[in-house]
Nanobody, 115 residues
Framework: QVHLVESRGGLVQPGGSLRLSCTPSDSIFSFNAMGWYRQTPGKQREFVAE???????RYADSVIGRFTISRDNAQNTVYLQMNSLKAEDTAVYYCYVDRHGDTYWGQGTQVTVSS
C-alpha cells in the first residue's frame, strides 16, 4: 500500500495561481507515473496532468498552457503549478501514482476559484 500526502488547496481568485504538492510514502523512482485528476460534484473524475517516469508530460486540453506538472526527486514530491485559474477549475484534486498496473490515490484537496 502506498500512502500519498497532498498539500492543502484553497480559495483563489480568477486569474490567480496555486501550487499543489503530493508526496508518496515510497520512492518516486518506483512509480511508472505520477499525476493529478480532479472531480466536481455529479461528474466523473477527469484527468488533469501526468508526469511519467520516462517520456513527456501529458495534460488535459483544458489546462494546457496554464498548468505545469513537475517532480523534485530530492524532495520525493510531484507538483502541480496552476496559473491563470478559472472558475471551471474549481474541483477536488486527487494525486495518483501508478506502479506496474496498480494505482494509488491521495485523499483529495479542494481548490475553489472564485471572486
Amino acid at each position: 500500500q502506498v500512502h500519498l500526502v497532498e498539500s492543502r488547496g484553497g480559495l483563489v481568485q480568477p486569474g490567480g495561481s496555486l501550487r499543489l504538492s503530493c508526496t508518496p510514502s515510497d520512492s518516486i523512482f518506483s512509480f511508472n507515473a505520477m499525476g493529478w485528476y480532479r472531480q466536481t460534484p455529479g461528474k466523473q473524475r477527469e484527468f488533469v496532468a501526468e508526469n511519467p517516469y520516462t517520456g513527456s508530460n501529458r495534460y488535459a486540453d483544458s489546462v494546457i498552457g496554464r498548468f505545469t506538472i513537475s517532480r523534485d526527486n530530492a524532495q520525493n514530491t510531484v507538483y502541480l503549478q496552476m496559473n491563470s485559474l478559472k472558475a471551471e477549475d474549481t474541483a477536488v484534486y486527487y494525486c495518483y501514482v501508478d506502479r506496474h498496473g496498480d494505482t494509488y490515490w491521495g485523499q483529495g484537496t479542494q481548490v475553489t476559484v472564485s471572486s
